[in-house]
């Protein structure tokens, strides 16, 4: 996903996760999945270090125990406005598949969709 801040400061951005597969040895509802963000208009999948800021994985439910259904970065993901970012959701598994979500939680503004490169 390609976004731009409407306003420059701290941000925060988290990830939800919903499986499509019907599993008989698991009845989660999520898959578990982790996010990067990348300060760069156009992804290279071939160079993943090129343009990274941060990483991060399995957020805690409002019990405090970890997710493998959420991720992302709650607070201090310090980001300028008008420029290019780019988030990356991935899972731990190729058998794991469905949608995801991402909100932001903290920040001064908003955020711009931007359409992907073609």
Do not use: H, Q
């Amino acid at each position: 996903m390609r976004f731009s801040p409407s306003v420059t400061g701290d941000y925060g951005v988290v990830v939800s996760t919903k499986t499509t597969s019907n599993s008989e040895y698991s009845d989660e509802l999520f898959w578990d999945s982790y996010c990067f963000i990348y300060s760069t208009s156009a992804f290279d999948p071939s160079k993943p270090l090129v343009d990274f800021l941060r990483g991060n994985d399995d957020l805690p439910f409002g019990d405090g125990v970890a997710s493998g259904g959420k991720c992302g970065f709650p607070s201090g993901l310090a980001l300028s406005a008008g420029k290019a970012y780019t988030l990356i959701v991935s899972s731990y598994s190729r058998a794991s598949e469905g949608s995801w979500e991402a909100e932001v939680v903290a920040g001064p503004g908003g955020f711009v969709l931007l359409p992907e490169p073609s």
